[in-house]
């Protein structure tokens, strides 16, 4: 049963940097075939899919949040973080992590976490 798990600040000040990882356990984010995702939902909104590191290390990011994104990974750790420049109250959201399947399912997503923009 994979597993993850976000961590990071709950809180952060405009125009700083918002940095999050995700811990997978139960299956590595080597293993192919997988790309693992950050999608976050702002309050009264939809699902939005931010970006993603897949199993050979490669970054794909949604065009209008590309300039200010950044996913990294640690296979030592079994991580993969997200870091966003440059915030603003409207990056206030519910951010997951996400396992998503080369197929286009997502099989499994982290609890999530509430990060909220303000000074």
């Known amino acids: 049963q994979v597993q993850l798990q976000e961590s990071g600040p709950g809180l952060v000040s405009p125009s700083q940097t918002l940095s999050l990882t995700c811990t997978v356990s139960?299956?590595?984010?080597?293993?192919?075939?997988?790309?693992w995702s950050w999608i976050r939902q702002p309050p009264g909104k939809g699902l939005e899919w931010m970006g993603a590191?897949?199993?050979?290390?490669?970054?794909y990011y949604y065009p209008s949040l590309k300039s200010r994104t950044s996913i990294s990974r640690d296979t030592t750790k079994n991580q993969f973080t997200l870091q966003l420049n440059s915030v603003t109250p409207e990056d206030t959201a519910v951010y997951y992590c996400?396992?998503?399947?080369?197929?286009?399912?997502?099989?499994?997503w982290g609890q999530g976490t509430q990060v909220t923009v303000s000074s």
């Open positions: 996400a396992r998503l399947s080369n197929w286009g399912t997502i099989g499994y």
């Open positions: 590191i897949a199993y050979s290390g490669s970054t």
């Open positions: 139960g299956g590595s984010i080597t293993t192919n075939d997988y790309y």
